[in-house]
Nanobody, 124 residues
């Protein structure tokens, strides 16, 4: 089982930046891509970005492309989501998840693990 813990959320003004972290652990963590999702109040959970195990392949939803950057550290135990030019509509709880098809970068419907989420609030 993969354990995921998010951190780095907070309150920021529109146009500002935040970096979220997703720390992964567990003996079965090897070869997992990691995805970021978000869920705003009253809305469905939405895919944001994905990164392969190697860190070479990435995928973004259109609304965040060119503003957000997903990356992972050399040890591959932490995945980051650098969020720039934040907008009020980016306000949501952000989650990281490990897809059941381990190295799938694009969104899927099956996930082995989810983190507990971190709140991001962007004020106008």
């Amino acid at each position: 089982q993969v354990q995921l813990v998010e951190s780095g959320g907070g309150l920021v003004q529109a146009g500002g930046s935040l970096r979220l972290s997703c720390a992964a652990s567990g003996r079965t963590f090897n070869n997992y891509a990691i995805h970021w999702f978000r869920q705003a109040p009253g809305k469905e959970r939405e895919f944001v970005a994905g990164i392969s195990w190697s860190g070479i392949s990435t995928y973004y939803t259109d609304s965040v492309r060119n503003r957000f950057t997903i990356s992972r550290d050399i040890a591959k135990t932490t995945v980051y989501l650098q969020m720039n030019s934040l907008k009020p509509e980016d306000t949501a709880v952000y989650y990281c998840a490990a897809p059941s098809v381990k190295n799938r970068v694009v969104p899927t419907t099956l996930y082995d693990s989810w983190g507990q989420g971190t709140q991001v609030t962007v004020s106008s």
